[in-house]
């Protein structure tokens, strides 16, 4: 394997969570638990987590363009997406959850239903945990669903899971990206 390949591989397997799973599972709820160390301290990991137009996947949006999205982190805020109208419409807009408590630096907790749960007559909490590890920040989310749906539990939360589990990846990898030290600049003669 050359050293760019090795490198790569490496760079891939840091950034993935260190653990990510459907924790617990009944007829009308699941539990999602992602979690991760992230060498970044947790300002960083913060600054990364509340601009989601940097991290989350535009496949997983209304509009098919992350930069759509953004985090209002105060209590009442929303994590939210702007749907562009044609000429003459007023702009549409998705709240994807809303913001119920952030200790910035620390927690950021939100609760609603994601993607295809939006439909269903659902509550859902996700908190988003940071805590400094030495020279890292260590990461967690739990998204609990519980509530009255039409999607079976069974089919349903492995795709949430995987969904969520691409997007906190993301996450952890553009958080640690962020901390990697500026490249000099070349020297000009």
């Given at each position: ?29 699941f ?56 000429e ?24 609603g ?13 996700l ?27 069974a ?5 949430v ?12 990898a ?16």
């Amino acid at each position: 394997m050359r050293p760019v390949t090795v490198l790569l591989a490496i760079a891939c397997l840091a950034s993935a969570p260190a653990r990510a799973e459907v924790i617990e599972q009944s007829e009308t709820s699941f539990v999602i638990h992602f979690e991760s160390d992230v060498a970044a301290t947790p300002t960083q990991v913060w600054n990364t987590l509340v601009a989601p137009q940097g991290w989350w996947s535009k496949d997983h949006t209304y509009s098919g363009d992350a930069s759509n999205l953004f985090i209002d982190s105060q209590a009442t805020g929303c994590f939210c997406e702007k749907i562009p109208a044609p000429e003459g419409q007023r702009m549409g807009s998705v709240e994807h959850a809303r913001v119920i408590a952030v200790l910035p630096g620390r927690m950021l907790r939100m609760t609603g239903a994601i993607g295809p749960l939006q439909s269903e007559a659902v509550t859902a909490t996700l908190t988003i945990a940071l805590k400094s590890s030495g020279d890292s920040t260590h990461l967690s989310w739990n998204y609990v669903i519980g509530g009255a749906m039409r999607l079976k539990v069974a089919d349903v939360a492995p795709q949430v899971d995987k969904v969520l589990g691409e997007q906190f990846a993301g996450l952890v990898a553009k958080a640690g990206a962020a901390a990697l030290p500026a490249e000099e600049p070349t020297p000009r003669n």
